[in-house]
């Protein structure tokens, strides 16, 4: 069950991902965009600017095949990637949707019409990406999805609200899950069709998260037209893409955050040793505590990454990794306004906003008993599972 | 680099291992050595150490199996899961290979034959004659040979010839020989070793004892999820409790991140690229995580799992022997925070 392929394979670099490392460090020497300004639209603009920055320099899409205008290296190509850029002031992709997640689904399913159209404007971040999955009726319960489109002719008319859309107030895409069967229920007779945002017919309502940032939104659609070859594989199917949608969200994507994790770790190692704290054992203790859990999170990264690379993922296996992430995720904050003190903790400042927004992460994705669940019945095999 | 060919290998000589351990140490000979401090008979003695586990860290060209560290994780595996004897452990992992190391060809080939027992142990540092050094060892019956391993070098020590003290001590594993053995006078140099050996010695003893502490648990896991589908109470099984399969995930969850971290650890060490922080993790949390799946699947078991002849208790023995042995929970998280933190001044200075 469990340990049946024990000890669990893991990504490897070689020569190749070596000299790739030192080709992109040589890059980014002295190109490094800093942080980008706080003002919303501004930052918005930043990082835009520096993966098209990026892509002009052929390191976006390392990982997709050359003929979607990728490279044609493996993930660990990637890998090196991403822990290369989170040494810059933006370790983060501003399209990670698009490059990372809606991109390589519509290279598995969609038309080669679908994928010509859209996979270019992915990688140079011309065209931004969001995903319209969740409703006000359909959290945790994704299948109870009821955004419906129905056909008219040469296209399709879409009616309903989507919920918590990350930048949807910014992207110029959305990969939609809609029902286009109203005879079917739950699982079937959904479809994921892409949806231009700046369509007829949508609204976009900031909903401001726990720090009153406009992360995530409120879509409203009112008799929005879509072309019909706008569905990725085939009306009906969108569970299934939705859920190979879902599975991209694991390996590179929480790769980035796992980088960016331990960017703030070792700025609050440094802040300790700074202030002198890092001589007090118990300081100690409790980093050796938090750095267990981001190094774990590191090789269940690189597992699930191997795992990918040779077609051998389980299903249910990257709730691991989001479970590992969500407590990784809190525990760090936490320990943070724990060893760094009334002072930090009592204020407005990166390490308390981060505290704050640490709580959604158990939530987003999959809530952390949604991953429980999962593991319980795929992983284990406990078909009776609660 | 180990190859599909040599993994799938492995594979084969670790299910056949597993195989061979079921049939020989039943949970009831376990529970009967257990339960009067005393080995197991010396048939089934004989039959666990005729499997050939003293060739597990000894190269090819002086005898051994010449396995790698991601072969010798899959069997450490194997041996958690069916409790190996603890002095076995000490024999394959620390004592063989300081033999080969030491060039003492005689006694490795009564070693790996099973003729000469004895056992290992990471100790303290002690100093380079070894005198004063002092340490729980789990031996074998009749041991003759103990292998210290310290931290800057090592020896091994003939139990009837050298100047050493043999005390048994009740073990919190018993039936597993524990005894306390000290070094009372200088021991001749051919039989001690420097850092560069001990280093290599520990670190494939660890790798050995992450993967037994995930095999051990990973055992009480799969005992866990068998039960909590079959027992019934309030007319239902329990596994349709959540508060019940939802505890049983978190199981599967400490277990997978562990196995991949071991995968890790042991692919670095096969690819020469040797991660010390990710061995210092280990020490801490392959314990820890084993130590609450087994505490876990003891809560899961109700009633039942505290009783003597289930034997989860066994598990949690070796869980929390191993983990003692490792540094315990506490000195073992500091000593990832000292890394951290001296890693961290290194780069700003």
Known sequence: ?386 | MTDVATRAEADEIARSLDASLTRILSIEALLESAEHDRPLPDALQDAVVGLGWSGVAVAEDDGGLGLGPTARAMLGEVAGRRLLPAAVRGEALLLAPALAALGAADLLEGVLAGELRGGGAIAPAFAADGDGASQLVALAPGARLAALVGTGGGMVVDLEADPVSVEPAAGLEAGQGLARVTVTGPIAPERCFDDAVSDRLRDGWELWVFAELAGTAARTLELSAEYAQQREQFGRKIVTFQAVSHRLAEMAVALGALDSAIGRLAAGLEDGRPDPLLAAVLRHVAPAKARTVCESAIQVHGGIGFTWELGLHLHLRRALDLQYALGGDGPTAQAIGERYVAARAEVAA
């Open chain 1, 1 to 386: 069950m469990i340990l049946d392929a024990f000890p669990a394979p893991t990504l490897r670099f070689g020569p190749e991902e070596d000299a790739l490392r030192e080709r992109i460090r040589t890059w980014l020497a002295g190109r490094d965009p800093g942080e980008p300004p706080e003002e919303y639209g501004a930052r918005i603009a930043a990082q835009i600017e520096w993966q098209r920055a990026l892509h002009e320099a052929g390191l976006v899409g390392l990982s997709w095949p050359e003929r979607y205008g990728g490279k044609g290296l493996g993930l660990a190509a990637e890998a090196v990637l991403a822990e290369e850029l989170a040494s810059s002031g933006v370790p983060e992709l501003i399209n990670r949707i698009g490059v990372y997640m809606v991109g390589p689904t519509l290279m598995d399913l969609a038309s080669p019409e679908l994928q010509e159209r859209y996979l270019p404007g992915m990688l140079d971040a011309s065209e931004l990406w969001c995903q319209g999955f969740s409703e006000p009726e359909a959290g945790s319960d994704l299948a109870n999805v009821r955004t419906t489109a129905r056909v008219d002719g040469d296209e399709l008319v879409i009616d309903g609200q989507k919920v918590w859309t990350s930048r949807a107030g910014i992207a110029q895409f959305c990969a939609l899950l809609v029902r286009t069967d109203r005879e079917q229920s739950r699982h079937r007779g959904l479809s994921m069709v892409i949806v231009d945002m700046r369509t007829p017919g949508i609204t976009v309502r900031p909903l401001p998260q726990v720090l009153h940032e406009p992360h995530f939104n409120e879509v409203f659609f009112d008799g929005v037209r879509v072309p019909r070859e706008n569905v990725i594989a085939r009306p009906g199917d969108g569970w299934k893409v939705a859920m190979q949608m879902l599975s991209y969200e694991r390996g590179l994507f929480v790769l980035e955050r796992q980088i960016r994790l331990r960017g703030r770790f070792d700025e609050l190692v440094d802040e300790l040793v700074r202030s002198g704290r890092a001589g007090d054992p118990a300081v100690r203790e409790r980093i050796g505590r938090v750095a267990t859990g981001i190094t774990l999170l590191e090789s269940q990264v690189y597992r699930t990454l191997e795992a990918q690379r040779t077609g051998t993922l389980r299903p249910g296996a990257t709730s691991i990794d989001k479970l590992l992430l969500s407590s990784v995720y809190q525990e760090l904050f936490a320990a943070a306004a724990d060893l760094l003190g009334p002072e930090t903790a009592r204020t407005t400042n990166g390490w308390t906003h981060d505290l704050l927004e640490s709580r959604g992460v158990s939530i987003y994705g999959g809530t952390t008993e949604i991953q429980h669940g999962i593991v319980a019945r795929q992983l284990l095999g406990l078909k009776e599972a609660a």
